[in-house]
């Protein structure tokens, strides 16, 4: 086996059993918070037994194991083309091993490829760096959270959002609304402010790469991002919609430049299964550091 497939199956197995200490311990504030005998409390227990049962047992953390999506940042003149083969038969392999489920369907047909692959599987977004180290991160996205994001074009009459900031917060609150009882919360919203109708989707994705504990560097988005977590904790939809407290675990926003004509705001949200990880490959494809 390539040392560069043995590194991305290590990568895929991780990612789909075991979550992110920054998860976890996101999710272990949440737990403490919700009232003893809730239905909220029950819900964020059966969820941390989960967490604990898939990573003893080296099993997916939910059988939907998702879209499967991969960043990398490489130094110049790495060989997409290859990284791209290596990234393929990780994926077939760790199909076999049960770590993916066969998740990979024609969209007409409905034939499933049974290893995964197929047009947009895996989805590989590649970027240059000026650093010699490969940085990859993989998310794997299931279909419950996937199917609750949203995407805004402002002034909105319904929400009465206009383009500002309040009328982002009135777009993220909006669609937690929406996403109550679906989408398996408690949740974490990745959030882009701007772009065009393909580039804000793409850019809220890549907001949930960010560590649930950083802070904005942009202290209005910064309070922007703690004040929604606030608000929407409060509106009582709680873990798994059964009412409670933790209503989402983080919230992250990007912003990119838009056309004077248009304001999107585009909200990818994710459910507690946060499956995302990362490495940095050294030279020889070797693991040499985990990211989260
Ligand atoms: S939304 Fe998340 S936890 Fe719920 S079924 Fe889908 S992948 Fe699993």
Redesign the pocket.
């Known amino acids: 086996m390539s040392q560069l497939r043995e590194s991305l199956l290590d990568l895929v197995r991780r990612t789909s059993t075991e979550l992110p200490a920054d998860v976890t311990s996101a999710l272990d504030t949440g737990r403490a918070l919700e009232a003893q005998g809730s239905a909220g409390a029950y819900a964020m227990q059966v969820i941390n037994d989960n967490i604990g049962l898939a990573q003893t047992a080296c099993q997916p953390?939910?059988?939907?194991?998702?879209s499967i999506l991969f960043f990398v940042h490489g130094p110049r003149g790495l060989d997409q083309t290859a990284f791209r083969a290596a990234a393929e038969e990780a994926v077939v392999l760790a199909t076999e091993k049960g770590w993916l489920r066969q998740n990979s369907v024609d969209s007409i047909t409905g034939a499933n490829s049974g290893n995964n692959l197929g047009p947009g599987f895996p989805y590989i977004h590649f970027e240059q760096w000026e650093q010699e180290q490969i940085d990859v991160r993989l998310m794997?996205?299931?279909?419950?959270?996937?199917?609750v994001g949203g995407q805004y074009s402002l002034p909105d009459a319904r929400i009465g959002a206009g383009r500002d900031l309040d009328g982002v917060r009135k777009c993220v609150l909006d669609a937690t609304l929406q996403a109550q009882g679906?989408?398996?919360g408690p949740g974490i919203l990745g959030v882009c402010v701007g772009g065009d109708r393909a580039t804000g989707y793409a850019e809220s994705k890549h907001q949930l790469l960010r560590r649930l504990d950083d802070h904005h560097p942009d202290p209005h988005l910064d309070e922007l991002e703690l004040s929604l977590v606030d608000d929407a904790n409060r509106l009582g939809i709680g873990p798994m919609g059964f009412g409670g407290r933790t209503t989402l675990l983080g919230v992250k926003i990007g912003v990119l430049n838009r056309l004077p004509a248009s304001f999107f705001v585009s909200v990818s949200y994710?459910?507690?299964?946060f499956?995302r990880q990362g490495v940095l490959l050294g030279a020889d494809h070797q693991i040499g550091e985990w990211l989260y």
Do not use: H, I, P
Request: proline share 0%; with cysteine; glycine share 22%.
């Open positions: 953390l939910c059988q939907d194991t998702g794997l996205k299931g279909g419950g959270c996937e199917n679906k989408g398996c994710m459910c507690w299964a499956r």
